[in-house]
């Protein structure tokens, strides 16, 4: 009866030792938030790093490069305060030149922030950006993985929505170069806490073309009575 005792407390043990072992810890690479929170603050760390918990959001903030988790997401609500690069919409990232990574082939990602926003790398190189007030706007075109994805990760804005933080300011419609999603920004009005309209779908929309649409559409309107007479 002692040896079955014995040998059932050594059979727990052997069990919680393999989960102890098979909780591995979790690799990070870049700055990233603590906690998933504005109050968690940010882990600094650029190099590849280890956390024991994994990232809130994961599938939507971060992408996955390797086996490790690279933050997409813009710092700022979380207490970054270096060094800064601003833009606006969605535009690709090389995950592996912003972690200074020497590779044959990049690793290229996407950020779907509506609007202005910022993060710590600048514009990736052979990637085609216009800067227009100290503001970058990716003028290439979207290729074909960045809109089957859109539709799950621009769910960014909804997670950023209840946070009150400082975004670039912009003044001016986007250059005519720029492909992505035009949120409304008033003009000559800083763009802290505008209203961020989250769509999947990106659309251009600039005021001269809706005036110049509802002329043309009255327009054919009064003709078509005109005729009826």
């Given at each position: 009866?002692?040896?079955?005792?014995?040998?059932?407390?050594?059979?727990?043990?052997?069990?919680?030792?393999?989960?102890?072992?098979?909780?591995?810890?979790?690799?990070?690479?870049?700055?990233?938030?603590?906690?998933?929170?504005?109050?968690?603050?940010?882990?600094?760390?650029?190099?590849?790093?280890?956390?024991?918990?994994?990232?809130?959001?994961?599938?939507?903030?971060?992408?996955?490069?390797?086996?490790?988790?690279?933050?997409?997401?813009?710092?700022?609500?979380?207490?970054?305060?270096?060094?800064?690069?601003?833009?606006?919409?969605?535009?690709?990232?090389?995950?592996?030149?912003?972690?200074?990574?020497?590779?044959?082939e990049d690793d290229v990602a996407y950020c779907y922030h509506d609007g202005p926003h910022s993060h710590y790398y600048p514009p990736p190189p052979r990637h085609?950006?216009?800067?227009?007030?100290?503001?970058?706007?990716?003028?290439?075109?979207?290729?074909?993985?960045?809109?089957?994805?859109?539709?799950?990760?621009?769910?960014?804005?909804?997670?950023?929505?209840?946070?009150?933080?400082?975004?670039?300011?912009?003044?001016?419609?986007?250059?005519?170069?720029?492909?992505?999603?035009?949120?409304?920004?008033?003009?000559?009005?800083?763009?802290?806490?505008?209203?961020?309209?989250?769509?999947?779908?990106?659309?251009?929309?600039?005021?001269?073309?809706?005036?110049?649409?509802?002329?043309?559409?009255?327009?054919?309107?009064?003709?078509?009575?005109?005729?009826?007479?």
């Open positions: 009866m002692a040896r079955m005792d014995l040998m059932g407390w050594a059979l727990l043990l052997a069990l919680a030792g393999a989960g102890v072992s098979e909780a591995k810890p979790v690799k990070y690479a870049g700055p990233h938030p603590r906690t998933g929170q504005p109050e968690g603050g940010l882990c600094h760390i650029q190099a590849v790093h280890v956390h024991a918990a994994s990232p809130v959001h994961a599938p939507v903030l971060y992408r996955q490069h390797g086996d490790v988790y690279f933050f997409i997401g813009d710092p700022t609500p979380f207490g970054y305060d270096g060094p800064r690069h601003s833009y606006y919409g969605h535009h690709p990232v090389v995950i592996n030149v912003v972690l200074g990574e020497d590779s044959r085609d950006f216009e800067e227009q007030e100290d503001v970058y706007y990716y003028t290439d075109e979207y290729p074909e993985v960045y809109t089957r994805d859109r539709a799950r990760l621009v769910q960014v804005n909804i997670i950023y929505r209840p946070w009150h933080y400082a975004r670039p300011v912009v003044t001016r419609a986007p250059p005519r170069g720029y492909h992505g999603p035009v949120v409304q920004v008033n003009v000559n009005v800083p763009a802290v806490g505008v209203e961020v309209n989250v769509n999947p779908a990106p659309a251009r929309y600039e005021e001269h073309d809706r005036h110049r649409h509802m002329k043309h559409k009255h327009k054919h309107k009064h003709k078509k009575f005109k005729d009826r007479d």
